[in-house]
């Protein structure tokens, strides 16, 4: 691999991982004060199938939100559970 590939990869990772935060930081603010009961909820089935399958969670959540077609307020809260099962916020 070269230099500019991996490059290009690790920027592509670091911009994913912004969007990601992003989306947890939407979740967060639409939720307020139920923001950790619903993540947990949610998380609690991500990690559930992650582990019964061997994934890692993000991958889990992707998967889902493609299989279901999941779009809007729907995917923002799938995608935000696996972030904060990744990184929990304080």
Do not use: F, W
Request: with cysteine.
């Amino acid at each position: 691999m070269s230099e500019r590939t991996s490059m290009n990869a690790t920027q592509q990772q670091v911009q994913m991982a912004a969007k990601l935060y992003e989306l947890r930081d939407r979740a967060r603010t639409l939720l307020g004060e139920r923001y950790k009961p619903h993540m947990a909820e949610l998380g609690k089935i991500l990690k559930a199938t992650a582990d019964r399958d061997g994934k890692n969670v993000l991958i889990v959540a992707k998967e889902v939100c493609t299989k279901r077609d999941l779009i809007g307020m729907d995917m923002l809260m799938v995608m935000a559970a696996a972030v904060e099962l990744v990184e929990p916020t304080p």
